[in-house]
């Protein structure tokens, strides 16, 4: 069974880059034609995708926050990463990854991140 | 940018009601339309797919349908493990958009 699990800065300051990184287990990011999902929550609301990768490389973002957002893959180490620059208070989330289709079936348990100096 | 709504907002319920959340997108998205259950400090879970497929090992009670512009999420039978929050979530143009959700309270 597919297993995800994020890693990464549970702070950040202000304006400085956050990133995360997905570890895929137990599967493999080149299999299929599955995308590997970045999906934030910030507290007391509700679910906001950020953007996907294949293990391709090709890569679609959100158009809110396209113009602060990275995603890459490493093959060799069947991972994939976000990065999301010049952060405010506002990026505070949760920040999940998930293996996608036309829906996302397979979810990590999420990673809180806090933007405070 | 397709812009997708729920409603209600809030619903309460008792155990045994049957219960419908209305999803609906701003343009058409065919059947590309999916559902999540959450829960509070959990992830959220795939219920139903394609507008109607229900994902291996979800229960029967829950069902989908609707095409296009308007689709429904109907629990037949609302039990215990079912209070949460319900979110939509359409796929087209390879862009995802989730639903403000739908909380699902105790009546």
């Known amino acids: 069974q597919l297993q995800l699990q994020e890693s990464g800065s549970g702070l950040v300051k202000p304006s400085q880059t956050l990133s995360l990184t997905c570890a895929v287990s137990?599967?493999?990011?080149?299999?299929?034609?599955?995308?590997w999902n970045w999906i934030r929550q910030p507290p007391g609301k509700g679910l906001e995708w950020i953007g996907y990768?294949?293990?391709?490389?090709?890569?679609y973002y959100n158009p809110s926050l396209k113009s602060r957002v990275t995603i890459s893959v490493d093959r060799s180490k069947n991972q994939f990463s976000l990065n999301l620059s010049s952060v405010t208070a506002a990026d505070t989330a949760v920040y999940y990854c998930?293996?996608?289709?036309?829906?996302?079936?397979?979810w990590g348990k999420g990673t809180t991140v806090t933007v405070s100096s | 940018d397709i812009q997708m709504t729920q409603s209600p907002s809030t619903l309460s319920a008792s155990v045994g009601d049957r219960v419908t959340i209305t999803c609906r997108a701003s343009?058409?998205?065919?059947?590309?339309l999916a559902w999540y259950q959450q829960k509070p400090g959990k992830a959220p879970k795939l219920l139903i797919y394609?507008?109607?497929t229900l994902e291996s090992g979800v229960p029967s009670r829950f069902s989908g349908s609707g095409s296009g512009t308007e689709f429904t999420l109907t629990i037949s039978s609302l039990q215990p493990d079912d209070f949460a929050t319900y979110y939509c979530?359409?796929?087209?143009?390879?862009?995802?958009?989730f639903g403000p959700g739908t909380k699902v309270d105790i009546k």
């Open positions: 998930a293996r996608g289709l036309d829906y996302m079936d397979v």
């Open positions: 137990d599967g493999s990011i080149s299999s299929g034609g599955y995308s």
């Open positions: 990768i294949y293990h391709s490389g090709t890569t």
């Open positions: 343009q058409s998205i065919s059947i590309w």
């Open positions: 394609k507008a109607s």
């Open positions: 979530q359409q796929y087209t143009s390879y862009l995802f958009t």
